[in-house]
Each structure stands twice: as C-alpha cells, then as structure tokens.
C-alpha cells in the first residue's frame, strides 16, 4: 500500500458528514462532523415517511418512502434530488415494483443489486442496482415469521442479509444468494424489544431496542448476547445514564464513539463505544424530527468523469467510510467495469487531463496504492489505511483499468478525498 505521508499538502481539510433520515417532516438532514453543523438536507422531493437508505455503488443515495412505495435517489454531496430510482409509472399498465408496499429499508449487495424490504408484506424485494428494474421477490412474504422488517436491514460481513422483524423482536438472518431463511440471529433472551437496526463492528452486533430504550450487545458471529452497553440502569436513582435515549433506532460508529438516534426526543446522542456512556448531543436537539436511521458519509468531490467502455458508459469510483485519520479506515468501490480485468487504484494530488488510452488521466504523477481483478459484475473494492497520513492533506483518487475493445485501457472518475484528524 503507498505511503499517503510521502504526498505533499495541497487543500485544507473538511470532516466526515452524518446523515439522518427523518420520517416527519420526511427528509434527510445532513450535519457536518464532528461539530454538528446543519448542512443543506436532501430535495426538494417527494419523500414521505422517510426509513431506511443506503449509498450505492454508484455513491448516490438510495432513499426509502413509505408513504408513495418508492426508492428515490438523491446526490449525498449537494442533497439534490435526482428522481425516483423504484416507482410503479403511472403511464402502464405494469406495476414496475413489483408490488412494492410501504419500503422500510435500502442495501445494495456485495453483488451490487438493490434489496428493498416492505413493512406491510413482511418481504423483501430484489432490485437491478443500476436501473431499479424488479427482480424477483427475494424473501417470500412472511418467510421465517418475518414481521415488519425494518429500516435497518443490512449484509453481514458473511455476505448474509439481516433483517429486524420490529413486530415479534427478532432479527431474522437469510442466505444472501438464495434468500432463504437461515435463522433467528440475534438470541431472545436479550430482552430485545422491537428491533430497528443492527451495526457489525468488528467481533460485536450491536441492536437498537426501542421498546426498552437500550442499545444491546452481541456475538457478531454466533448472535449470543453479551450484555447491554447503552441503558438508564434502573438500580439508580436520580440520574439517567443514557442521557435520556428515549426509542432508540438508528446508530452510526464515528470516530468520537456510537451516535445514535432517540425518536421520541428528536434527538443524536453520543456514546463511549467501548462502555456506553453517555457523551453528549451530536446535533441541536429537535432538530431531526423524527429520526429513524442514520448513515456517515466521507466528504468527497468529483475530480473528473469516466470514459464510456465496453460495457457501461463509464466506470464509477465511490469512496466510503471514514476520511478521517482516527475514523478506521477509508474504502473505495468501482462499478461499471469490464469484467475480470486488472483495475488499478492510483492516487495523487494535483489534477490534470491527460489521455491514457480511451479514457482520461486526472492525475499527475499518480502513485499505485493496489491492483485486482474486477468481478464477473465488473466491481472492485480497496481499502485505503489513512493512520500515517496527515492531517489536512487532500488526494485524488481513481481506477486506471483493462478493457476488451479500442486501447485496451481505460480510466474511472476521479474522487478528491479530504484528510482530516
């Protein structure tokens, strides 16, 4: 992996960002972090009765609406909204969902499709990840007594899909190519209590349960429970060790600890990830509405765009995770690829617009960070470890990749990333 501290400062920094999804008012807020600062939010759109999102692999973000039965993509860096992604045209005679009803939750699989789950039909639905054309049904309604999955539907680092069924306080787990149901994950005598979301961090699951205003602990690869870390413990009087979490739902892992989502207080708490204890409010409270799930986002901006290759009209490059030094770590995704091909990620500091075979270099004298072959999807992932770099330092990131036709080469987009402590 290269080195970032052997590339010289060029831009000034800029954090990470939170997003939080609002069922009422139904929108996406967007705060800066670690300050809290209000950023412009998402739309002006159609949302209504905002739950669960994810970003694709084309880094949009891909939001659930309750309230119209749709999946509505927007811009996470401007919040401008970008048109319906899943939505039954009115002009056919073709229900083009599916039959998609009240969507509660969005995540797009390793494989780079979109599953969307529907609260009322206790299902989830699979979905095209590049044109929202319907699938199939991927979880058959009611299968494995799912009842009401919820904003919080996520793949395991196992590649499996875990939903939280809110109605009957189980999380369920299905095999992740087949759909099928596999078990009850996460065990019941935690005294779970209407599960919203549940997070894999590292060897541990964490689980809001906002019937009990806790946020309990797991086996990350067993489900077994290990204790609770976010509670008002009921043996103390006079003082709420929660800092007042009243219906947790959604949680995010930032650098500063766990950030999670109190729906009844409109409010984004901060917790020691280590032991739970209460830290303080992350935004203004009340300023959230009613918060349901949340998401972090690294700041980043298009340096340059794709070329149009073999397959697609130009690959994608998406950064994710954190940009900051002491956020764990920075990854990447290309999408749109040829398949099984060398992709090469390179990455430098100052711009320029060079030909390199059907595609543009954006970068002068780019360094390697790492080289795979993208899968049979044409998708690639690579992880970026930021811990030797320095704060305040800016790159430019992007794919140098094999193609079957013209050159031979071809290049992604190009990603600027700012490093911050």
């Given amino acids: 992996m290269l080195s970032l501290l052997s590339i010289p400062l060029l831009f000034a920094a800029s954090p990470d960002e939170l997003h939080v999804a609002s069922f009422q008012p139904a929108e996406v807020h967007r705060f800066q972090l670690p300050s809290g600062a209000a950023l412009p939010g998402y739309g002006p759109s159609p949302l209504a009765g905002t739950l669960g999102f994810d970003f694709g692999p084309d880094g949009m973000a891909y939001v659930a609406s309750e309230g119209t039965d749709e999946v509505l993509r927007f811009d ?88 939280p069924s809110f109605w009957n306080h189980r999380v369920k787990r299905y095999d992740g190519a087949t759909g099928a149901f596999v078990e009850n994950f996460l065990k019941p005598t935690s005294g779970l209590t209407n599960p919203r979301q549940i997070l894999f961090v590292g060897a541990v699951c964490l689980a809001t349960s906002e019937g009990s205003d806790q946020v309990l602990r797991f086996d990350a690869a067993t489900g077994d429970f290990i204790d609770v870390l976010v509670e008002d413990d009921p043996n103390t009087t006079g003082v709420d060790e929660s800092g007042g979490l009243d219906g947790p739902t959604g949680m995010a892992v930032t650098p500063e600890g766990l950030v999670v989502a109190s729906i009844s207080t409109s ?98 004298q780019p360094g390697r960070v790492e080289g795979v072959l993208t899968s049979a999807l044409g998708q690639a992932s690579y992880a970026v470890d930021l811990s030797a770099a320095v704060p305040g330092q800016s790159y430019l990131f992007q794919v140098v990749y094999r193609d079957v036709i013209g050159t031979g080469l071809n290049t992604s987009d190009a990603v600027r990333v700012l490093v911050t402590p």
């Fill in 76 to 163: 996470p860096s401007s919040g401008a909204y970008l048109g319906p992604f899943v939505w039954d045209d009115p002009n056919t005679g073709t229900d083009e969902t599916g039959g998609l009803v009240e969507p509660s939750s969005v995540a797009f699989s390793p494989d780079g499709d979109c599953y969307v789950a529907s609260f009322s039909l206790d299902a989830v639905l699979r979905y095209d990840g590049r044109s929202g054309a319907f699938l199939g049904m991927f979880v058959q309604p009611g299968d494995g007594s799912l009842d009401g999955p919820d904003a919080g539907m996520t793949f395991g680092p196992d590649g499996d899909l875990y939903v």
């Fill in 267 to 364: 409010e984004i708490k901060l917790y020691d990830l280590a032991n739970g204890t209460y830290l303080g409010e992350v935004v203004t409270p009340g300023s959230v509405g009613l918060p349901t799930y949340l998401r972090t986002r690294p700041r980043a901006g298009r340096a340059c765009l794709g070329a149009p290759n073999s397959v697609t009209d130009g690959a994608y490059l998406a950064a994710r995770g954190s940009s900051r030094v002491s956020g764990g770590g920075l990854s990447f995704h290309l999408s749109g690829a040829p398949a099984g091909q060398l992709a090469v990620l390179v990455v430098g500091t100052k711009t320029q617009t060079a030909s390199l075979g059907d595609g543009l270099l954006c970068l002068k």
